[in-house]
């Protein structure tokens, strides 16, 4: 059993910051990356950002300079520090990870339940 629990949204004035955090649990053997995707109403799911065990990163365009994701030092938790919030920001967030549960097993991915992010004018 796996599961990723987020926290951290709420509702801020634009230009605002706020932090995500999530934690992964579990029958956990590894893992790959972790990330976030966000969805706003009426809208399909998008990427945000993403890092590797490694240490590598990934931001779409419409982020880059303004949030900034991490690892924690047990590299179960992965953080999103968004600064300069703006309204184009809203919509539910969404932590995912990539792992086996098992040497044997292959990498899959799992998801969070979303934490919402709501950023007012």
């Known amino acids: 059993q796996v599961q990723l629990v987020e926290s951290g949204g709420g509702l801020v004035q634009a230009g605002g910051s706020l932090r995500l955090s999530c934690v992964a649990s579990?029958?956990?053997?590894?893992?790959?990356?972790m990330g976030w995707y966000r969805q706003a109403p009426g809208k399909q799911r998008e990427l945000v950002a993403t890092i590797t065990s490694g240490g590598t990163t990934n931001y779409a365009d419409s982020v880059k300079g303004r949030f900034t994701i991490s690892r924690g030092n047990a590299k179960k938790t992965v953080y999103l520090q968004m600064n300069s919030l703006k309204p184009e920001d809203t919509a539910d967030y969404y932590c995912n990870a990539d792992l086996r549960t098992s040497g044997a097993a292959r990498v899959s991915i799992y998801w969070g339940q979303g934490t919402q992010v709501t950023v007012s004018s």
């Open positions: 579990g029958n956990i053997f590894s893992i790959n990356a």
